[in-house]
Antibody
Framework: EVQLVESGGGLVQPGGSLRLSCAVS????????MNWVRQTPGKGLEWVSG????????YYADSVRGRFTISRDNSRNTLYLQINSLRAEDTAVYYC??????????????WGQGILVTVSS | DIQMTQSPSSLSASVGDRVTITCRAS??????LAWYQQKPEKVPKLLIY???TLQSGVPSRFSGSGSGTDFTLTISSLQPEDVATYYC?????????FGGGTKVEIK
């Protein structure tokens, strides 16, 4: 069974930092592109960042480029999102999502349960 | 960047009705289009990819069509368990943009 479990969220002050983790199991992590998607409470889905299966290629939404860094450790079956210089508008539930295809441009066939990040003073 | 516009933003229909949701891309995306279903308080679920390919386990009352810039998701006979918000997503290139969502309710 495919499982993706996010951790590392919480309450942080504006300007602060967090590192989100997504531990996966049930599939060959090193063969799959991975992504982060966020959802503001009561609002829609926003793709945030993606990373190729090997980690060589990374992609970011304009809204987070320069503040967020995606990475992965294929030996630990874990995806990360380092989020710096947090703003109130970064408050959201953050999901990790598995790419369905091997390539980086892919729909997402499995999602984690989501982790809440709240930016507030 | 390519924008994805869904319509309507919400709809209310009766059980058994045929429901159609549209998604328009501001530029052509070939058939690199997915549809997701997000039930209240749940995680999004992939329904359709490559514009019309049904994901394994998805009921056959769901179907997708379109290519290029105009796409549709159809529920042939709306069921109570289909109450959800539906999102389209382009994945031809980054950013992998989602549409704004369509909330489907039972009348």
């Amino acid at each position: 069974e495919v499982q993706l479990v996010e951790s590392g969220g919480g309450l942080v002050q504006p300007g602060g930092s967090l590192r989100l983790s997504c531990a996966v199991s049930g599939f060959t992590f090193s063969s799959c592109a991975m992504n982060w998607v966020r959802q503001t409470p009561g609002k829609g889905l926003e793709w945030v960042s993606g990373i190729s299966y090997g980690g060589d290629d990374t992609y970011y939404a304009d809204s987070v480029r320069g503040r967020f860094t995606i990475s992965r450790d294929n030996s630990r079956n874990t995806l990360y999102l380092q989020i710096n210089s947090l703003r109130a508008e970064d408050t959201a539930v953050y999901y990790c999502a598995k790419g369905y295809y091997a390539g980086s441009y892919s729909p997402f066939d499995s999602w984690g349960q989501g982790i809440l990040v709240t930016v507030s003073s | 960047d390519i924008q994805m516009t869904q319509s309507p933003s919400s709809l209310s229909a009766s059980v058994g009705d045929r429901v159609t949701i549209t998604c328009r891309a501001s530029q052509g995306i070939r058939n690199s289009l997915a549809w997701y279903q997000q039930k209240p308080e749940k995680v999004p679920k992939l329904l359709i990819y490559a514009a019309f390919t049904l994901q394994s386990g998805v009921p056959s009352r769901f179907s997708g069509s379109g290519s290029g810039t105009d796409f549709t998701l159809t529920i042939s006979s709306l069921q109570p368990e289909d109450v959800a918000t539906y999102y389209c997503q382009k994945y031809d290139s980054v950013p992998l943009t989602f549409g704004g969502g369509t909330k489907v309710e039972i009348k």
